[in-house]
């Protein structure tokens, strides 16, 4: 990865499908350890937010846009989104009912990196 490029902050939005938010959960749990021991994020604790729909979000840090993708090639990584797709469906913040406020509300959960 070329040290000059910059990071890439996202925000993404899992909905969980039914009976799946605790497995969810865990998956969320385990997501940044996997990619920072793949060597594609910043090394910082990610942001984790639940939704009034029960929508889970994730902030995090990509290291750069090429991080995102090598993830796409990366087997550790695409096993684990595999995981993700067993679990939820991506939702776009602008379906979130929080987003359609000047300054958008969301429940921190607590104990996940």
Not at 66 to 95: G, P, R, S
Request: glycine share 6%; aromatic share 8%.
């Amino acid at each position: 990865m070329n040290k000059d490029s910059k990071g890439s902050f996202v925000i993404v939005a899992y909905k969980p499908k039914p009976g799946k938010e605790e497995k969810l959960l865990e998956i969320v749990k385990n997501h940044i350890p996997v990619l920072l021991s793949q060597g594609l994020v910043e090394e910082q604790k990610s942001i984790i937010l639940r939704s009034k729909n029960g929508t889970i979000l994730e902030c995090f840090e990509w290291k750069s846009v090429e991080a995102v993708e090598i993830a796409h090639k990366n087997q550790a990584v695409l096993d684990m989104w595999e995981d993700f797709d067993d679990a939820c469906e991506y939702e776009t913040l602008a379906n979130l009912e929080e987003c359609k406020n000047l300054f958008a509300g969301f429940e921190r959960i607590e104990g996940y990196l």
